[in-house]
């Protein structure tokens, strides 16, 4: 059963750093182009970074610097480091999959003062 288990959200002050984890299951992980998006509620879903099974990673204009995508293809697991934090990185996070439906439950930052 494909899965996807966010953690390492939580209450940070601006220009603090964290690092989510996403434990992937049900999948070829291995094989799988992974993504990180962000949503804050009342707004759609926005995606947010994307690591490719080769290494190559890419990343959305307001991340791009501070936030950092990487994989232990070993353990089935796809983390970012955020660092930086600004207010406006406050949301739920989730990762998946790219292109497929399944999404996890998210992981909640909140950067405030």
């Known amino acids: 059963q494909l899965q996807f288990v966010e953690s390492g959200g939580g209450l940070v002050q601006p220009v603090w750093s964290l690092r989510l984890s996403c434990a992937a299951s049900?999948?070829?992980?291995?094989?799988?182009?992974m993504t990180w998006h962000r949503q804050v509620p009342g707004q759609a879903r926005e995606w947010g970074a994307t690591?490719?099974?080769?290494?190559?990673?890419f990343y959305y204009d307001s991340v791009k610097g501070r936030f950092t995508i990487s994989r232990n293809d070993a353990n089935g697991t796809l983390y970012l480091q955020m660092n930086s934090l600004k207010p406006e990185d406050t949301a739920m996070y989730y990762c998946?999959?790219?292109?497929?439906?399944?999404w996890g439950q998210g992981t909640q930052v909140t950067v405030s003062s």
């Open positions: 690591m490719f099974p080769g290494g190559a990673t």
């Open positions: 998946k999959e790219a292109g497929s439906p399944t």
């Open positions: 049900g999948i070829s992980f291995d094989e799988a182009i």
